[in-house]
């Protein structure tokens, strides 16, 4: 990604991450580096067992521990009359009945869910105090059996997750229209047909979740850090749902988060206690998660089963596509779980294609498992999975080129409505897959693959022509479709009377380089070097409101509320600087840091207004009000559409099955770029997030006892630096149509795309030995039993 | 992690008098036994530390033989001229353990006698057929493992040294588990004038062995096309989540061949 040459300040420089030197100097300030006098500890007692009734505790043991301050369980929340975790998406079904809604109490009323379901806290003056205090709990189970798969958890028979979700369906939801869908099949030349799974992931973030609580008595407020993705959001749900506290009594403080990935998203049960715990102790309470917890407790991603059927006529047209997919969403519906299967996973199936008609069913189930939630791309990575494997598929039984069914099919119109409900803006998906094409050297494959051949080993190259839509939205659509919150963005500028600013967003960076990038937004927009800006974030005490960060939307809707509060600054500024200049405010113009009068010399720097706006001597006291602070909300018209090809070139060890990734190519329209390096590596951490998924990582469960058997990294295979090869990135641009910026977002796009890219490839390696299908991960054993032709049977 | 003593002994019988007294666990590198003393999986109440122990580290030259000290660690032992021109495979098998925090640890004799069925260590051990030389006697490499996590140590003893003869030509290939990057097979092969060594680690169900149907067929023939088709018994080999016995079978077959032409070249 070669940026032209750039003022240090512009949009489109690769400005050094203004974060980093905090960061590398170990200057960070995470949740668990805050301590405050008199701070305990607390620590969760959770399940050992996948589905159990709790027939006692007996806490008098680990109230006598060193230490223990206070012993909690389900008893204690009932008796404060604790309110369970609300979901944020409420779904309806196929025949509009509201999904099932199981209570999802912060610590188990009677009964426990899934390994890792918190059962009790213990607070101590230390965490190891808390910890062994732990281990003197007495919890009598009465274990029940337990269902840890989707499909299985659908059928007749098993076990019963919750009493008011019959058969352990929480909604079948479907979505387009089936009978035109019905009548594309009718009269299609051929049908291909793919059954796949999407692997079931564990975010692992660097840092482990954690929160402190503090209880203020003298004002009766409260103040939560956390690592969290959202403060606003987690504020909003824990006062108005759970705890019944005044909103405006609490303050929730997302300091430096070491990485979310979605899994900091959600408000938690942890989050919740403390905050309570803090006053009943009268003490701040610090909770953080170790790694064996963060396995159990973090809200998981993926998880899908999926029937697929394409329609295509004789050229390979796509006439129509039919799709029923089980979905996973563990024990409990986690704060936004319910809509990531749907209407964050069904919207994106027409992916770039012009297919017509789209019918998609989703039957979602509860199971003895951590719950399922958004995990980098939620739902899109899903259903871009699905339609590139099953679009490669049909070019290989139309005996198509892989680019050339993709490009016949590509729509090339906008705007364009899909069949399912979004309709993209602009896109330009053909120049994305011919400059990815380039950069792969597509041309130069076949020598490669037959220099591979000499040496005994097979290439194959596989495409992914992805779209995402990022930055969800607008408010008033997404609730008529059963969202419970906003959609829109908050920001603020601060212009202090020398001229340098603070810029407050609703959004929250833990890794995205929002201090950077939104400091670049303001700093050429206000014609001020870089370094007159900072950024502050991640605190309901400073910031109007915020929906936080989450699918790719801090550029696109935070970005513009920022650009909106910039707008009235401007404004303001030509009013100010039309008294100084003794001009009619119509004729100032706003350009380079200067206020202009039109067509002369006279001007006056953006600082000189600021001071006067602060200093109001010489000022329209009469007219406008002194200082220069404005805040903005923005909810977007639209969602974004990022979209781009994804090749991957992989080398296998047929003796073996090994699969090595030789090269990985990806092309990216995120619409305008403001810091190239950051996107470049935004998309370099989602590329590796993808591969991961495709080569390395799965959940597993055992299929009997509900045990998580990758609970540590000894099992469950995390992508590191030697397994990925050096990717070769670039990107197109269509500016989006309707925000101000013309961005899209980029965080997801990497983790969607690669996925399927990499499938492909190996299928398309192996499919000389007849290999048709492969599911993730591709480790060696199946990669080998498949050109065995033996059926998997490792997990 | 629980509370514990700590104890840190300047000399070998120092070591050995503690640890009979204290009923307590030796720690050396401390990569296998603080992970599970943070787990709570091992609760010793004194630990007494190797650290301190100078006779316990270093690499000398015996005759024909290697004598690493049992305080050696992987990254010293990887980085030795001594064993890089003597045997040149254990060289590259140390520096193929773990990463770089865990090489500068993690020591040869806590590897041995923590005795991980997937550690790399005892796969040189049993395939030079190397000597461990303990505070109280010496044991031939066939007589030490005792299956998973087990060895003929007793408990008040430690290891001291383990003794290497350099053979003609060996090698190692570790093929690595994708989640924890030890082995999840890996074979080490070796050549001299008693004969030929083929030792397994990470797949057996009872830890390291020797695969003796390949060491007959490379005895007659040490030659990668020697091994071709010979089909290992999975009787005694692991499945579990990340390969079944067939497939570590497998490749048992496939790295011995591999590892014979590495030898060879
Ligand atoms: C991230 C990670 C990756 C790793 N990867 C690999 C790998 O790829 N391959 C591999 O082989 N290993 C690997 N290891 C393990 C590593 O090699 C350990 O260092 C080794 O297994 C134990 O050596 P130690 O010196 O650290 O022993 P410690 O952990 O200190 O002790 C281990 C055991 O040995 C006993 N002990 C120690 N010294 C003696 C002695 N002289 N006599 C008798 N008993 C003794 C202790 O009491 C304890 O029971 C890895 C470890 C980690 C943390």
């Not at chain 1, 305990?40 to 009734?53: E, L, M, N, Q, W």
């Not at chain 1, 399912?420 to 330009?428: F, K, N, P, Q, R």
């Not at chain 1, 959609?487 to 890794?511: D, K, N, Q, Y």
């Not at chain 1, 590596?681 to 299929?703: K, S, W």
Request: hydrophobic content about 40%; aromatic content about 8%.
């Amino acid at each position: 990604m070669n940026a032209p040459e750039k003022a240090q300040s512009a949009i489109g420089a690769s400005v050094r991450r203004k974060e980093d030197y905090r960061f590398l100097t170990g200057g960070g300030k995470y949740t668990d580096d805050v301590t405050l006098p008199g701070q305990s500890y607390a620590y969760f007692v959770r399940s050992p067992h996948a589905h159990a009734k709790i027939l006692k505790i007996n806490k008098s043991a680990a109230l006598k521990a060193p230490g223990v301050i206070a012993v909690y369980t389900g008893d204690d929340t009932a008796a404060d009359k604790m309110g369970g975790l609300p979901c944020g998406w409420l779904i309806k079904d196929v025949k509009g009945e509201p999904m099932k809604e199981p209570p999802h109490p912060p610590l188990a009323q009677g009964k426990v869910r899934h390994v890792g379901d918190q059962v009790a806290v213990i607070i101590a003056e230390t965490y190891n105090q808390a910890k062994d205090a732990a281990e003197l709990l007495e919890v009598d189970y009465d274990v029940l059996p337990a269902v840890v798969d989707a499909v299985e958890a659908l059928k007749p028979g098993a076990p019963q997750v919750h009493d008011g979700a019959p058969n352990n369906r929480c909604y079948l939801w479907s979505l387009g229209d089936k009978a035109a869908t019905d009548a594309a099949f009718a009269k299609a030349h051929h049908v291909t047909k793919i059954d796949i799974t999407n692997n079931r992931l564990i975010p692992n973030a660097i840092e482990p979740r954690a929160a402190l609580a503090h209880y203020n008595r003298a004002d009766e407020s409260y103040t939560l850090y956390v690592a969290n993705q959202n403060p606003h959001v987690e504020r909003l749900l824990m006062t108005a749902f759970v705890l019944g506290l005044p909103e405006h009594k609490v303050r929730v403080i997302a300091p430096d988060v070491g990485g979310g990935f979605g899994s900091k998203i959600f408000l938690y049960a942890e989050d919740v206690i403390v905050t309570w715990a803090s006053k009943k102790v009268n003490r701040p309470v610090k909770w953080t998660a170790d790694r064996s917890e963060a396995f159990l407790s973090d809200a998981h991603g993926r998880d899908h089963h999926t029937h697929a059927e394409l329609a295509m006529d004789k050229d390979g047209k796509f006439l129509g596509l039919r799709v029923k997919t089980i979905a996973n969403l563990g024990a409990y519906l986690s704060t936004f779980g319910s809509s990531v299967p749907t209407y964050l996973y069904g919207t994106l199936l027409a992916g770039q294609y012009t297919t017509p008609a789209i019918y998609v069913e989703v039957d979602a189930a509860f199971t003895n498992t951590t719950p399922v939630d958004a995990y980098r791309g939620a739902g899109r990575p899903e259903a871009t999975y699905v339609l590139e494997r099953i679009v490669s598929q049909a070019a290989r039984e139309m005996n198509l080129d892989q680019a050339e069914i993709r490009r016949r099919n590509f729509i090339t119109a906008f705007p364009y409505q899909t069949p399912v409900a979004l309709m993209y803006d602009i896109g330009d998906y053909k120049s994305c897959l011919d400059k990815a094409q380039k950069l792969a050297d597509v041309a130069g494959f076949p020598a490669r693959r037959a220099e591979a051949e000499k040496r005994g080993k097979k290439r194959g190259l596989g495409y992914s022509t992805y779209i995402e839509a990022c930055g969800l939205a607008p408010s008033n659509i997404a609730g008529a479709l059963g969202a419970r919150a906003g959609l829109f963005e908050a920001g603020e500028i601060r212009v202090h009377p020398t001229g340098s600013v603070t810029v407050f967003t609703g959004s929250h960076s833990h890794g995205q380089g929002h201090e950077t990038t939104f400091a670049q937004v303001v700093a050429a927009r206000l014609g001020i070097p870089v370094e007159s800006v900072d950024v502050v974030h991640g605190d309901t005490g400073r910031m109007p409101f915020g929906m936080g960060t989450y699918g790719s939307r801090s550029i696109a809707v935070g970005g513009a509320a920022i650009m909106k509060a910039l707008d009235k600054i401007e404004a303001k500024g030509k009013k100010i600087a039309a008294h100084l200049l003794e001009a009619a405010e119509s004729d100032i113009e706003f350009k380079d840091g200067k206020f202009t009068v039109a067509g002369t010399d006279k001007s006056v720097p953006f600082g000189g207004v600021a001071f006067s706006a602060y200093v109001p001597h010489n000022y329209p006291l009469d007219k406008l009000e002194p200082g220069l602070n404005e805040t903005a909300f923005y909810d977007p018209g639209n969602f974004t559409y990022p979209a781009g090809t994804h090749i991957a070139e992989v080398e296998v060890d047929p003796e073996t099955g090994v699969v090595q990734i030789v090269n990985f190519s990806a092309v990216d329209d995120f619409g305008n770029i403001i810091n190239p390096m950051i996107v470049e590596g935004q998309v370099h951490g989602g590329l590796a997030q993808g591969i991961g998924q495709a080569m390395l990582e799965n959940c597993v469960y055992d299929q009997e006892t509900g045990q998580l058997l990758t609970g540590s990294y000894m099992d469950y295979a995390m992508p590191r630096a030697a397994d990925l090869p050096s990717f070769k990135v670039d990107t197109h641009v269509t500016p989006c149509t309707h925000n101000p910026l013309g961005v899209k977002g980029c965080g997801e796009a990497g983790a969607i795309g690669s996925p399927p890219a990499v499938v492909n490839a190996v299928i398309d390696a192996l499919a000389p030995l007849g290999v048709k299908h492969l599911e993730m991960p591709l480790t060696p054993e199946r990669v080998w039993r498949a050109i065995q032709g033996k059926p998997t049977k490792v997990a | 992690m629980y509370a514990f003593e700590f104890h840190r002994p300047k000399s070998v019988s120092e070591a050995a008098a503690l640890l009979a007294k204290s009923k307590g666990k030796l720690i050396a590198g401390g990569q296998s036994l603080v992970g599970a003393m943070k787990l709570r999986l091992a609760s010793p109440e004194n630990l007494v530390d190797l650290g301190g122990v100078a006779e316990l580290r270093g690499i000398k030259r015996e005759g024909n033989a290697i004598v690493i000290g049992a305080g050696t660690r992987h990254a010293e032992v990887a980085a030795s001229k001594d064993v890089q021109s003597s045997i040149p495979a254990l060289a590259a098998l140390a520096g193929g353990i773990g990463d770089r925090q865990v090489r500068n640890m993690g020591t040869i004799g806590g590897s041995l006698a923590n005795n991980d069925p997937a550690a790399d260590y005892p796969a040189a051990v049993l395939g030079l057929g190397a000597t461990i030389r303990t505070n109280k006697r010496t044991i031939a490499a066939d007589d030490f493992f005792k299956g998973m996590y087990e060895t003929a140590l007793a408990p008040d003893e430690l290891i001291t040294a383990v003794s290497f003869p350099a053979p003609k030509k060996a090698a190692y290939i570790k093929f690595r588990n994708p989640a924890s990057r030890f082995a999840l097979v890996g074979v080490f092969v070796s050549q001299d004038a008693s004969g030929v060594r083929v030792a397994v680690t990470g797949a057996g169900s009872a830890g390291v062995f020797r695969a003796t149907a390949l060491e007959q067929a490379l005895a007659k023939n040490f030659s990668p096309d020697a091994v071709k088709g010979i089909k290992v018994d999975t009787a005694k080999l692991n499945t579990d989540l990340h390969a079944t016995a067939e497939y570590r079978a497998h490749l048992i077959t496939v790295l011995a061949g591999r590892a014979v032409a590495k030898a060879s070249s």
